[in-house]
């Protein structure tokens, strides 16, 4: 399975520009983390992908077909999970899931891939329960198990960790870099622990266009000399009184001192140089965007 995207333009009623010029490739196997922030045209692509929209100028072709003439073929081979996504609350766990597998034309195999998602995403408990009676987390985890429904060979996730706690967070990670061994996985999230662990590689969108493309380590290596620490011990002038071009990414506070975590362009003399981690590389990229807009 193999997308090309070129030339992907796409403006709303109203005149705003979503997407103003993508061009990539997907291709499977690749676990995908799509990073940006609020507005940056994140969801538009995974809708233009899954035909839920279609462009205002440029092509995606799927295995080199023009993605529209293949509406039924993807659909075969599509597991999503939007940002909101409405669950039928009167049905149970069970009842819900057996409806999407017919949706998705597998009523002769729903039983077994009812049977092999309910584990996956911690259900088994809950799966004669009705969906109205669950709790925000697991109501995430019965969406991430219908899109899981069949292994389709696409698989796309909106905020998916979004209502976890931090140990199921952790479990459906480690889900989604099984299903990603032969498949094209998207993931899309705010939550960088998410994607710095698990994905191979990394799409930062800013503005509708593509600010970074490629593994992690090459994300991290683009912010070398980029992150620095200044450390002002109490009592002392503090010197990022000013903002010094800097954006300042934590602070910590102690009786003793108060520490700065620091991105910029160009590091002011008083900070030091540190290792970035993926938080930093992504607001370093995002920085390097505004500066060229």
């Known amino acids: ?22 061009d990539t490739d997907l291709s499977a196997p690749a676990f995908i983390g799509l990073l940006g922030p609020n507005g940056a045209g994140k969801s538009t692509l995974m809708k233009l992908l899954t035909l839920g929209l279609l462009p205002t100028e440029g092509k995606i072709t799927l295995d080199g ?73 697991f109501k995430q985890r019965v969406g991430i198990a219908q899109a899981l429904l069949g292994s389709p060979q696409l698989l796309i996730m909106d905020e998916p960790t979004v209502g976890l706690d931090p140990e199921e967070r952790i479990r459906m990670r480690n889900v989604f870099v099984e299903e990603a061994r032969d498949k094209i996985l ?11 662990s698990v994905c191979n590689r990394l799409i930062v969108l800013h503005e509708g266009l593509i600010r970074y493309d490629g593994p992690p380590d090459g994300l991290l290596a683009l912010s070398a000399g980029h992150v620095g620490a200044y450390v002002c011990a109490a009592g002392e002038a503090d010197l990022m009184a000013g903002t010094h071009g800097c954006q300042v990414t934590s602070k910590v506070v102690t009786p003793q001192s108060t520490t700065y975590r620091l991105v910029a362009e160009r590091l002011p003399a008083f900070a030091r140089p540190t290792t970035p981690t993926l938080e930093d590389a992504y607001i370093y990229a995002m920085a390097r965007g505004e500066a060229a807009s």
């Not at 509406?71 to 766990?93: C, F, I, M, N, S």
């Not at 034309?105 to 109205?132: D, F, Y």
């Open 186 to 196: 998207i993931l899309s999230t705010h939550i960088i622990e998410d994607v710095q």
């Open 65 to 137: 077909t023009p993605l529209q003439k293949q509406e039924t073929a993807l659909r075969k081979t599509l597991g999503y999970l939007p940002q909101e996504y409405g669950l039928y609350e009167e049905l149970t766990v069970w009842q819900f899931l057996d409806y999407m597998a017919a949706m998705k034309e597998m009523r002769h195999t729903a039983r077994e891939n009812i049977e092999r998602v309910l584990p996956l995403c911690g259900l088994e408990e809950r799966q004669g329960s009705r969906i109205a009676t669950l709790s925000g987390g």
């Open 1 to 22: 399975m193999e997308f090309s995207i070129r030339g992907i333009k796409k403006q709303y009623p109203g005149g705003k520009m979503a997407l103003s010029g993508i």
